[in-house]
């Protein structure tokens, strides 16, 4: 075959195949997704989201209970302090930091509540029940419920001083003169290591004949737990110059000792065999 009978060449270049990638299958790799568990979901964060906008109450409660455990940790660690010091130095304690007493007592308060009766307001019965002319001192008065509940003269004494009537002092150095009370009242206030001193005070401001009552905790005076004799006890309040007239363990939360006060018999309370008294200890609720 000759030049001119050979067929012209083509001016077309063949194209390269191309490899079709088959898409990998991820149906298996990635769960389907399900509109309705998506639909769930948001409904869920919607509503806990809605709940806290819609009701404020449910955050400010939990706060609530939180400053109530707080402010039961701090009455708890106080109490104890004031159970195992001297007056003396419950005293320095509270002028370092008056409001340590607020909140000491915003918790006796609270505790309070659990009790059926109030031992103050026993006493404040019992008053009533004598003359109004009664000069009374209240060793460790609080709030001073006891001179709001009678009509009687009250020297309210304390560790620090919430109304001007109360009398801010050591209760075993109180200012008033000797002879001037017809009554003294310790209405669970015998706390501190040496609460003999305060019924040493006791004794030497009260006339001769005068009344010593002595409420409380009912625990402090169970020897079967740890607590004292109450006739120990009571005995050696006699050796300091009193006379027991009466005794009452009816409520089962509080004992009620009725003391009066003999001649001029005054011995000193490092003279008298004292029993060591039970701290009151107060749980956690």
Known sequence: MTEEEQPPLSHKRKRPRRRRLKARDT?????????????????????????????????????????????????????????????????????????????????????????????????????????????????????ALLAQGVPNKVHSIDLVSKHPSVIACDMAKTPLDSSSADVAVFCLSLMGINYPSYLQEAHRVLKKSGWLLIAEVKSRFDPSNGGADPNKFSRAICSLGFTSESKDFSNKMFILFYFKKKGKHNPTSETVEWPELKPCLYKRR
């Not at 609530?64 to 010091?85: P, Q, V």
């Not at 505790?111 to 460790?140: A, H, R």
Request: hydrophobic fraction near 25%; charged fraction near 20%; glycine fraction near 6%.
């Open 27 to 143: 149906s298996q790799s990635q769960p389907p997704h399900d509109a309705n568990n998506i639909n769930k979901n948001n409904k869920k964060s919607t509503t806990q989201s809605s709940k806290s906008t819609l009701n404020p109450s449910s955050s400010s409660s939990f706060l609530d209970k939180m400053k109530a455990k707080l402010s039961g940790g701090h009455f708890r660690m106080i109490n104890e302090k004031l159970y195992t010091c001297t007056g003396d130095e419950a005293l320095n304690y509270f002028q370092e930091d008056p409001s340590l007493f607020n909140m000491y007592h915003t918790g006796y308060q609270q505790q309070m509540q659990y009790w059926p009766e109030q031992p103050v307001n026993i006493i404040i019965k019992w008053l009533k029940d004598q003359s109004p002319s009664l000069v009374v001192t209240d060793f460790g008065c609080g709030e």
